[in-house]
């Protein structure tokens, strides 16, 4: 019986250390700036205000939404959120500059607005993360509901996960 139990536990690890490897880890990218890169001024609220043309590569075969969320770490207030967008269809490979993906839905940033907002420190140059989650379950969250609802609801249903950095300086 010892060695049934070790056997199934070996099995566990290994299928444990594959997801890790394989599944646990997404890519989000954007043609607009490179990883630590400078976000164009056009995407942030001193110009157009326009999101980011996004990429998103790695999103687990059950995976059955995915979650967006922009925030800035270095605000004087602390963590400030940019944009809240979930129910992603897990299939989406680009989220278009200045759009919203088709049959997702926004929640409302710390603005408080229900869109993208982009950046605009009041002193200094901050880190702007676009973060990527896929989860095991689409999200019933309504339409306008704040981060913390989000962080909640999502709470236990991250299968996987990717993050893409952006400075961005006062001007």
Known sequence: MKTIINAVWIIVAAALVTFAAEGGKMKIT???F???GTIPEKFSRNGQNANPSLRIE???AEAKSLA???DDPD???GLFTHWLVWNIDPKTTEIAEKSV???AVQGTNDFPDQRYDGPQPPSGTHRYYFKI???DRTLSLKAGAKRRELDAAMKGHVIA?????GKYSKK
């Not at 996960?161 to 950095?165: A, F, P, R």
């Open 30 to 32: 954007s043609p607009a």
């Open 34 to 36: 490179q990883e630590g």
């Open 58 to 60: 790695g999103a687990p």
């Open 68 to 70: 967006l969320i922009v």
């Open 75 to 77: 605000a004087p207030v």
């Open 101 to 103: 993906p088709k049959g």
């Open 133 to 135: 989650f896929a989860l």
């Open 161 to 165: 996960q990717g993050e893409l950095t």
